[in-house]
């Protein structure tokens, strides 16, 4: 080092002149030179971020825009004259670079190496004084690397002359606490934006800058802010350099992720000096701030650095690093090391009853959806999120759902109590007005233990809910999700926490609308607040759900009667059988994929339910179990409305809209009653009590009844699905009125499995206007064939065979049962393992004649493609597996006979009867079989159908084919196509394109 230094005193005295002692640069010129530029010609240059005046730079050859390979090179003749020479040297940035970026550099006095270093992008100003006598030629290259050399404050020395070349680049600072950025700002920082300042009052311009940061509740307003975006490939860093020159002692800061984050995100924090690693630490989204104290003696280059380390498909996560401060030797005032509580005091001195959002903001906070979208912190009684038909101005949304690559995201919100409260109290239910359904469990953690596991039901009215927390520090309200593709979303609002126990208290008072004694439903409520018909809200078909609802507002929408009347408001109700595709039936699907209408298949399900259970009065209905989409995917259609618990009674008309006949009995020709009239079961509930029940068919009258509501907030109509998809019904003329009408309620549900007996109306409410007729208005010449139909249906009711080894000593019998109970184990695992229609993923392109289509591959849950050959060819086995299922089924239901006569050798009565009962069951049993597997046939050739549909329409344009995983098909009139399209002939028809 010091012959380097050495031989460069010399050059410089011979480019000046041999004078007494000598600048560069000067008169004196390189006798060689390349990628050589000195500050007589450029003017001022950086070094290591500072601005110089005096000196040179040598380029690297690896550095610009195009690497040359041509090293830096300049030769100097001092001739012998100087004893030393003294010079700053370091990179050439200034702003951002990479840590990782360096160049060598190497020095010859008369061609023996002096200096040789690795000089990093990174590096602090370093300065030097070699000796150079006696040294004649004296040569500097940057040998290899990418970081263009700077030469500063160059100076000469003559024998005899004292050497100086004072520090001047460091500032001037306050004795005793420094605090970075502020009083000593980095002089190096990562490029691309990953790391900003936290200026406070000294913020310009939120291009480059931050005014604050908030972490685990409180402001601050100085130090590094470090944005980690998720990094797909290699790593993202970020990092910020120091120049403490040797003159502190300790360094302290606080660390933790910024508040309300919607990432599942974690952080490397690593801080060094000189290179050597003097903390790290995983820093996690939800992790508290924490203060961090730091032995930094002797330390000449600290450097703060971050990396991404892991993260969701929702991205990376910001990260504070603040209160920045360095310390000499003895100061006493260094904060102590661990977590701290910072809103302690504020939140001590908010009072015992107070609410949450609108005095503590969550520290972290995650979901499908962005924090500002679903925090409502009481800004505005105007800023709302509905709940059960109520509107809250301060509460959360729980969002969950899945990403593209399959991943699934919870949802959770977590608050910083600092300790302070015992219990809380809020509301929650399912937001209002979602286009899907679904139930999960909402959950309470308190410091991290599980204090509340509860289901919150979409159809179920909202619920109040008080529950201790312990004085925990972390409140946190979550949801995991369902895993489906379409989910709704939780509402929790009116959080209030307490000191000691819950007291009444009127911080939350909902205004409720006026309400007069009478009022039309629609008028006072608006639309429903939940509104289900499976297939109104599925992604392969064309109409929505506002097909489903009309407000009377305007005469230009109407729903059309069978007798040309209009109705102009009410609302509609459809049960579904969706059969393996998303809410449609088998016929709509191969009909929509014909035609062209909808292009997206998906594995989505809706699945809600409610358990009613609760009576008025005291009274207790029988418990009844709703499905909106059962085991079978059989989806029920409901509304409900929030009647604000003013009113005793509400009479309603519901009447045919248009008849549906299964499309399977059409084409069978089965002109049975059941099949002509397709009868439904309507449920009315009233808070979870069941109030009214009636069955409604193709060619039913209109319906007007009058139902008792009991002051409800939650008036429910439940259209229950049977084996058919219904007809469509309207409901209008929706009256609440304040006036009891001492009507009765059901003793007990009905079950909807099979339509009542019509010798009278007892499953009706029996105190029903005049105007009830007969169900669906059949006249008393049919009732023997409804007997008949009915008894049909009792017959045909699903039996469970008990899967276990019986033994009656008599071997008829035994292998009888024997083969019933393998048969229904088999037939159980085929149906369980059904072929489920794949995932569909769909770009539209636009071929060479401005022509639009849209490219179809079939897609697993990772998004690569599916052989459609493949699949059929799995469809045609299973298929084939199904037969022969039902040719055992066929062989085993012979052996009833001889197990029949087995029985008279069974020596006790008891025995007679246990296995005469079992011997009746055990036909339907295997009947049952042979029916779920037909039906199991069905789907799997209706898939088929659907597959072969696809390929019928599939094209080949522009010299590109249709494939087996890719199908150019002409686009619908459904098609929603983008503004932005990608060419047809750029597409990638690889089968791992996804």
């Given at each position: 080092?010091?012959?380097?230094?050495?031989?460069?005193?010399?050059?410089?005295?011979?480019?000046?002149?041999?004078?007494?002692?000598?600048?560069?640069?000067?008169?004196?010129?390189?006798?060689?030179?390349?990628?050589?530029?000195?500050?007589?010609?450029?003017?001022?240059?950086?070094?290591?971020?500072?601005?110089?005046?005096?000196?040179?730079?040598?380029?690297?050859?690896?550095?610009?825009?195009?690497?040359?390979?041509?090293?830096?090179?300049?030769?100097?003749?001092?001739?012998?004259?100087?004893?030393?020479?003294?010079?700053?040297?370091?990179?050439?940035?200034?702003?951002?670079?990479?840590?990782?970026?360096?160049?060598?550099?190497?020095?010859?006095?008369?061609?023996?190496?002096?200096?040789?270093?690795?000089?990093?992008?990174?590096?602090?100003?370093?300065?030097?004084?070699?000796?150079?006598?006696?040294?004649?030629?004296?040569?500097?290259?940057?040998?290899?690397?990418?970081?263009?050399?700077?030469?500063?404050?160059?100076?000469?020395?003559?024998?005899?002359?004292?050497?100086?070349?004072?520090?001047?680049?460091?500032?001037?600072?306050?004795?005793?606490?420094?605090?970075?950025?502020?009083?000593?700002?980095?002089?190096?920082?990562?490029?691309?934006?990953?790391?900003?300042?936290?200026?406070?009052?000294?913020?310009?311009?939120?291009?480059?800058?931050?005014?604050?940061?908030?972490?685990?509740?409180?402001?601050?307003?100085?130090?590094?802010?470090?944005?980690?975006?998720?990094?797909?490939?290699?790593?993202?860093?970020?990092?910020?350099?120091?120049?403490?020159?040797?003159?502190?002692?300790?360094?302290?800061?606080?660390?933790?992720?910024?508040?309300?984050?919607?990432?599942?995100?974690?952080?490397?924090?690593?801080?060094?000096?000189?290179?050597?690693?003097?903390?790290?630490?995983?820093?996690?989204?939800?992790?508290?701030?924490?203060?961090?104290?730091?032995?930094?003696?002797?330390?000449?280059?600290?450097?703060?650095?971050?990396?991404?380390?892991?993260?969701?498909?929702?991205?990376?996560?910001?990260?504070?690093?603040?209160?920045?401060?360095?310390?000499?030797?003895?100061?006493?005032?260094?904060?102590?090391?661990?977590?701290?509580?910072?809103?302690?005091?504020?939140?001590?001195?908010?009072?015992?009853?107070?609410?949450?959002?609108?005095?503590?903001?969550?520290?972290?906070?995650?979901?499908?959806?962005?924090?500002?979208?679903?925090?409502?912190?009481?800004?505005?009684?105007?800023?709302?999120?509905?709940?059960?038909?109520?509107?809250?101005?301060?509460?959360?949304?729980?969002?969950?759902?899945?990403?593209?690559?399959?991943?699934?995201?919870?949802?959770?919100?977590?608050?910083?109590?600092?300790?302070?409260?015992?219990?809380?109290?809020?509301?929650?239910?399912?937001?209002?007005?979602?286009?899907?359904?679904?139930?999960?469990?909402?959950?309470?953690?308190?410091?991290?233990?599980?204090?509340?596991?509860?289901?919150?039901?979409?159809?179920?009215?909202?619920?109040?809910?008080?529950?201790?927390?312990?004085?925990?520090?972390?409140?946190?309200?979550?949801?995991?999700?369902?895993?489906?593709?379409?989910?709704?979303?939780?509402?929790?609002?009116?959080?209030?926490?307490?000191?000691?126990?819950?007291?009444?208290?009127?911080?939350?008072?909902?205004?409720?609308?006026?309400?007069?004694?009478?009022?039309?439903?629609?008028?006072?409520?608006?639309?429903?607040?939940?509104?289900?018909?499976?297939?109104?809200?599925?992604?392969?078909?064309?109409?929505?759900?506002?097909?489903?609802?009309?407000?009377?507002?305007?005469?230009?929408?109407?729903?059309?009667?069978?007798?040309?009347?209009?109705?102009?408001?009410?609302?509609?109700?459809?049960?579904?059988?969706?059969?393996?595709?998303?809410?449609?039936?088998?016929?709509?699907?191969?009909?929509?994929?014909?035609?062209?209408?909808?292009?997206?298949?998906?594995?989505?399900?809706?699945?809600?339910?409610?358990?009613?259970?609760?009576?008025?009065?005291?009274?207790?209905?029988?418990?009844?179990?709703?499905?909106?989409?059962?085991?079978?995917?059989?989806?029920?259609?409901?509304?409900?409305?929030?009647?604000?618990?003013q009113y005793e009674s509400c009479t309603f008309t519901v009447e045919n809209l248009r008849g549906h006949v299964d499309e399977f009995a059409q084409t069978f020709g089965d002109r049975s009653p059941e099949a002509v009239n397709n009868p439904v079961k309507l449920n009315v509930i009233a808070d979870n009590v069941l109030v009214g029940e009636y069955w409604l068919d193709n060619n039913m009258q209109p319906l007007t009844v009058t139902v008792p509501i009991f002051r409800c907030t939650q008036l429910m109509f439940w259209l229950e699905c049977g084996d058919v998809r219904s007809g469509q019904y309207l409901f209008h003329d929706l009256k609440l009125s304040k006036q009891p009408c001492g009507n009765s309620i059901p003793e007990k549900y009905t079950p909807g499995s099979s339509v009542p007996e019509r010798k009278s109306d007892s499953a009706r409410s029996s105190d029903a206007p005049a105007v009830v007729q007969d169900v669906a208005g059949n006249s008393s010449s049919r009732r023997s064939e409804d007997r008949a139909s009915r008894k049909k249906a009792d017959r045909e009711e699903r039996v469970v065979w008990e899967e276990k080894s019986y033994y009656s000593g008599v071997d008829a019998i035994d292998s009888y049962l024997r083969d019933v109970t393998d048969t229904w184990k088999s037939v159980r695992q085929y149906v369980e393992s059904a072929y489920e229609m794949p995932m569909t993923a769909e770009t539209f392109v636009q071929a060479s004649d401005g022509s639009i289509y849209k490219c179809l591959s079939f897609v697993n849950d990772r998004g690569a493609r599916l052989s459609i050959s493949d699949l059929v060819s799995?469809?045609?086995?299973?298929?084939?597996?199904?037969?022969?299922?039902?040719?055992?089924?066929?062989?085993?239901?012979?052996?009833?006979?001889?197990?029949?006569?087995?029985?008279?050798?069974?020596?006790?009565?008891?025995?007679?009867?246990?296995?005469?009962?079992?011997?009746?069951?055990?036909?339907?049993?295997?009947?049952?079989?042979?029916?779920?597997?037909?039906?199991?046939?069905?789907?799997?050739?209706?898939?088929?159908?659907?597959?072969?549909?696809?390929?019928?329409?599939?094209?080949?344009?522009?010299?590109?084919?249709?494939?087996?995983?890719?199908?150019?098909?002409?686009?619908?009139?459904?098609?929603?196509?983008?503004?932005?399209?990608?060419?047809?002939?750029?597409?990638?028809?690889?089968?791992?394109?996804?």
């Amino acid at each position: 080092m010091k012959k380097f230094f050495s031989f460069l005193v010399v050059v410089f005295a011979c480019i000046s002149g041999l004078s007494a002692q000598t600048s560069i640069p000067g008169t004196l010129k390189p006798v060689s030179s390349a990628k050589f530029r000195d500050s007589s010609t450029i003017g001022s240059f950086y070094l290591s971020g500072f601005k110089m005046q005096s000196g040179f730079i040598l380029g690297s050859p690896d550095g610009g825009l195009i690497a040359d390979g041509v090293k830096g090179s300049a030769e100097f003749s001092p001739g012998g004259e100087y004893d030393s020479v003294s010079f700053i040297v370091g990179p050439s940035v200034h702003g951002g670079s990479s840590l990782k970026d360096y160049s060598i550099v190497s020095m010859k006095a008369d061609g023996k190496i002096v200096f040789d270093e690795v000089i990093f992008a990174s590096d602090v100003p370093r300065f030097f004084t070699l000796d150079i006598k006696g040294v004649s030629r004296l040569s500097v290259t940057v040998v290899d690397g990418n970081v263009d050399i700077s030469f500063a404050n160059v100076k000469l020395w003559k024998p005899g002359q004292k050497v100086s070349n004072p520090n001047t680049l460091y500032p001037e600072l306050p004795s005793g606490k420094v605090s970075l950025v502020r009083d000593l700002p980095y002089y190096n920082s990562s490029s691309g934006g990953f790391m900003q300042p936290i200026l406070g009052d000294r913020f310009k311009t939120s291009m480059s800058e931050v005014r604050s940061l908030k972490i685990t509740g409180k402001e601050y307003e100085s130090g590094l802010a470090f944005f980690m975006e998720q990094a797909f490939i290699g790593t993202q860093l970020g990092h910020a350099n120091f120049w403490l020159d040797r003159r502190f002692d300790k360094l302290s800061f606080i660390v933790g992720p910024k508040d309300s984050q919607s990432s599942n995100a974690s952080v490397w924090l690593v801080v060094k000096g000189d290179r050597k690693t003097l903390y790290e630490d995983c820093i996690r989204q939800n992790d508290f701030s924490k203060q961090v104290v730091l032995d930094v003696k002797d330390v000449e280059m600290l450097t703060i650095m971050t990396e991404y380390r892991d993260s969701d498909f929702l991205g990376g996560m910001t990260l504070g690093v603040v209160d920045l401060a360095v310390y000499p030797s003895g100061f006493a005032a260094i904060p102590s090391a661990g977590i701290i509580n910072p809103n302690k005091d504020r939140i001590a001195a908010l009072p015992d009853v107070c609410p949450l959002m609108s005095n503590i903001r969550p520290v972290s906070v995650r979901g499908m959806s962005k924090a500002d979208q679903t925090l409502f912190e009481g800004e505005s009684r105007h800023y709302t999120f509905s709940m059960g038909g109520t509107r809250y101005w301060e509460g959360l949304i729980l969002t969950t759902g899945n990403t593209l690559l399959g991943d699934a995201i919870d949802s959770y919100a977590e608050f910083d109590l600092a300790g302070e409260y015992d219990w809380i109290s809020f509301d929650t239910g399912c937001i209002s007005k979602r286009p899907y359904m679904d139930d999960d469990n909402l959950l309470v953690y308190a410091d991290g233990k599980l204090v509340f596991d509860h289901t919150v039901h979409s159809t179920s009215p909202t619920r109040h809910y008080q529950i201790p927390v312990y004085k925990c520090r972390s409140l946190k309200f979550a949801r995991r999700g369902t895993g489906k593709q379409k989910q709704t979303a939780i509402g929790v609002g009116d959080i209030i926490l307490y000191r000691g126990e819950p007291v009444e208290n009127d911080i939350f008072v909902h205004e409720i609308p006026d309400c007069p004694d009478q009022v039309d439903l629609i008028d006072l409520c608006g639309k429903p607040y939940f509104h289900y018909n499976g297939r109104f809200t599925s992604d392969l078909t064309d109409f929505t759900m506002s097909d489903c609802f009309l407000d009377g507002k305007t005469i230009t929408r109407s729903f059309r009667m069978k007798d040309g009347r209009e109705i102009n408001k009410g609302f509609m109700l459809e049960t579904n059988i969706p059969l393996g595709l998303e809410n449609v039936t088998v016929m709509d699907a191969v009909c929509m994929l014909l035609t062209g209408v909808g292009a997206s298949v998906s594995n989505s399900d809706v699945a809600a339910y409610t358990g009613v259970s609760g009576g008025a009065s005291g009274s207790v209905n029988a418990g009844i179990f709703l499905l909106l989409n059962d085991q079978n995917s059989k989806q029920s259609a409901a509304a409900a409305f929030n009647a604000y618990g003013q009113y005793e009674s509400c009479t309603f008309t519901v009447e045919n809209l248009r008849g549906h006949v299964d499309e399977f009995a059409q084409t069978f020709g089965d002109r049975s009653p059941e099949a002509v009239n397709n009868p439904v079961k309507l449920n009315v509930i009233a808070d979870n009590v069941l109030v009214g029940e009636y069955w409604l068919d193709n060619n039913m009258q209109p319906l007007t009844v009058t139902v008792p509501i009991f002051r409800c907030t939650q008036l429910m109509f439940w259209l229950e699905c049977g084996d058919v998809r219904s007809g469509q019904y309207l409901f209008h003329d929706l009256k609440l009125s304040k006036q009891p009408c001492g009507n009765s309620i059901p003793e007990k549900y009905t079950p909807g499995s099979s339509v009542p007996e019509r010798k009278s109306d007892s499953a009706r409410s029996s105190d029903a206007p005049a105007v009830v007729q007969d169900v669906a208005g059949n006249s008393s010449s049919r009732r023997s064939e409804d007997r008949a139909s009915r008894k049909k249906a009792d017959r045909e009711e699903r039996v469970v065979w008990e899967e276990k080894s019986y033994y009656s000593g008599v071997d008829a019998i035994d292998s009888y049962l024997r083969d019933v109970t393998d048969t229904w184990k088999s037939v159980r695992q085929y149906v369980e393992s059904a072929y489920e229609m794949p995932m569909t993923a769909e770009t539209f392109v636009q071929a060479s004649d401005g022509s639009i289509y849209k490219c179809l591959s079939f897609v697993n849950d990772r998004g690569a493609r599916l052989s459609i050959s493949d699949l059929v060819s799995k469809l045609e086995q299973r298929i084939k597996a199904g037969n022969d299922l039902k040719f055992d089924i066929g062989l085993r239901q012979t052996g009833v006979a001889g197990a029949t006569l087995g029985l008279t050798q069974l020596k006790s009565l008891q025995d007679m009867g246990f296995y005469g009962k079992l011997l009746k069951s055990a036909p339907k049993a295997l009947s049952q079989c042979k029916s779920d597997v037909d039906l199991s046939i069905g789907q799997s050739q209706a898939m088929i159908d659907a597959f072969n549909a696809f390929r019928a329409m599939a094209l080949d344009v522009d010299g590109k084919k249709s494939g087996d995983t890719v199908l150019i098909l002409p686009t619908g009139a459904s098609d929603q196509i983008p503004d932005a399209l990608q060419r047809l002939e750029y597409f990638n028809f690889s089968a791992a394109a996804f």
